[in-house]
C-alpha cells in the first residue's frame, strides 16, 4: 500500500571515475601532446612567476615569512619520480576538482579571499592584489584563447608519466606517498 508514491529507484550513470584506468592509453596520450602541454605549462609557469613576484613586492616582513614557508610547502609538492602511481592517485589527477582550478585562476574573488584570508592583507594590499590578480586573469584567458592546453587532466597528469607504468595498488601504497588533488592557496 502507498507504493504509487514511492519514487522509482534510479539506476546511477556510470562516470569516466568508475571506467578502468588504461595507463599504456594515458602515456601515449602524453607523449602524443607532450609538445603542446609542455609550452601551455611553460607559458602559465612565466604568467605565474609574474604575478609571484609582484604579489611579494607588497608583502609586510612577516607576510614574506609565511609566503617563503607556503613556497617550499609547494615545491615540495608529490614526487614525480618515484614509485609507480596506484590507480586511486592517477583517478586524482584526472578528474580531482580541474574546475578549481579554472576557478582559480578565473574568478578573482575567490582567489582574492583566499590570500586575503591567508596573508592577512590590509585593504590596501587587498585592492593591489585584486589589481594583479584582473592583470594574470587577463593573461591566461589571452593565452587560453592563443593556444588552449591540449586536455587539462593530462596537463595535471602529464608531470607523472614515469610513475604510470606498473602500477601500484592502492592497499600497498603507503599512506606518506598517497596524495590528492588538494585544494591549497596558492599564489
Same mark, same amino acid.
Given at each position: ?12 550513470? =556510470? ?6 584506468? %588504461?595507463?599504456?592509453?594515458?602515456? !601515449?596520450?602524453?607523449?602524443?601532446? !607532450?609538445? *603542446?602541454? $609542455? ?8 604568467? $605565474?612567476?609574474?604575478?609571484?613576484? !609582484? ?22 609538492? =608529490? =614526487? ?6 596506484? %590507480? $586511486? ?39 593591489? @592584489?585584486?589589481?594583479?590578480? !584582473?592583470?594574470?586573469? $587577463? ?19 602529464? =608531470?607523472? @608519466? ?9 592497499? *600497498? ?15
Amino acid at each position: 500500500m502507498g507504493a504509487e508514491f514511492v519514487r522509482a529507484r534510479q539506476t546511477e550513470t =556510470p562516470t569516466l571515475r568508475d571506467r578502468p584506468i %588504461n595507463r599504456a592509453d594515458l602515456i !601515449k596520450q602524453i607523449d602524443s601532446l !607532450k609538445p *603542446q602541454l $609542455d609550452d601551455f605549462h611553460s607559458r602559465m609557469t612565466a604568467i $605565474d612567476a609574474e604575478f609571484e613576484q !609582484k604579489f611579494e613586492e607588497l608583502l609586510t616582513p612577516q607576510q614574506h615569512s609565511i609566503h617563503e614557508e607556503h613556497s617550499k610547502k609547494r615545491q615540495s609538492g =608529490p =614526487p614525480i619520480s618515484g614509485p609507480p602511481l596506484t %590507480n $586511486d592517485e592517477v583517478s586524482s589527477l584526472l578528474y580531482g576538482q580541474p574546475e578549481h582550478t579554472l576557478l582559480r585562476d578565473m574568478v578573482v574573488g575567490i582567489r582574492l579571499d583566499s590570500l586575503t584570508q591567508y596573508y592577512h592583507l590590509d585593504d590596501a594590499q587587498r585592492e593591489k @592584489v585584486r589589481s594583479l590578480l !584582473k592583470d594574470r586573469r $587577463d593573461k591566461v584567458i589571452a593565452l587560453i584563447d592563443s593556444s588552449p592546453a591540449p586536455s587539462v587532466s593530462l596537463l595535471r597528469l602529464a =608531470p607523472y @608519466v614515469q610513475r604510470l607504468a606498473n602500477p601500484a595498488s592502492d592497499a *600497498q601504497a603507503p599512506s606518506a606517498q598517497k596524495f590528492s588533488a588538494r585544494r591549497e592557496v596558492t599564489t
